[in-house]
């Protein structure tokens, strides 16, 4: 039987599996002109697209609090790469949590920042323009944040990685590696319908992973929950 504390972490991983979807569907749904299929845009249309929008600011700070989540993920989908693929998951695991960790700067700069300006009087604000269009356009330091993309290829390595090993049934290991895919197209294209749409899709793989780790921890599943894929192979 497995101990107390290896039951809460099983049933922590399986939960993260769970909530990282919703977290990036209510960031991609709080975004204006969702609809919208127009490709790129100058960074002063991103800015407008947030001033007065309590709702886009409150979706963003939802996705930041889904990056500790995504490091989890990461780890187990590491886990689950097993045998020839395991260097391979390595490496996803690695790119995948640099790309969290750019993922977080790109909320805080983006969205906690922006949330405090707007308790600001009007006139204020717009002269605080220049300089907010500038952290939009990644100027400075936030350079960096052209790197984002580092998260959706950490993911698709080790989508990849868990596809070739088995070690869960090979439609959930392909929603993944089909999503980041999306994700990919999403960010070169900033269309967030796109991105919502690749949300969808990694729920389909991320879901049943969750809740076969939670329903194995229930059961006090003895199984190396280090090594096991806590699910039957295809």
Known sequence: ??????????????????????????????????LS?????????????????????????????????????ALRLMRLARDGSAWLGYLGCAISVV????????????????SAFESIPEAQYQALLPGIEALFAFKGYLAILHLLPMLAVGFLVQGLAVFRSRAVPRWQSGALI????????????????????????????FVPMGWAMIASARRGDARDLDRSPLVEPA
């Open 37 to 73: 299929l127009e490709v790129g845009g100058p960074a002063s249309a991103r800015v407008a697209e947030f001033h007065g929008n309590g709702f886009l600011h409150l979706g963003h700070f939802v996705m930041l609090l889904g990056v500790p989540l995504l490091i989890v993920i």
């Open 178 to 205: 089909a999503s980041m895919l999306g994700m990919g197209v999403a960010a070169a294209t900033d269309i967030d319908l796109v991105g919502l749409a690749a949300t969808a899709v990694l729920a389909v793989g």
């Open 99 to 114: 790309g969290a960790v750019l993922l977080a700067v790109d909320k805080t700069a983006l969205c906690l920042v922006m």
């Open 1 to 34: 039987m497995l101990a107390a504390l290896d039951r809460t972490k099983a049933i922590g991983t399986g939960l993260a599996f769970l909530l990282y979807p919703l977290c990036a569907a209510v960031a991609f749904i709080a975004h204006p002109n969702l």
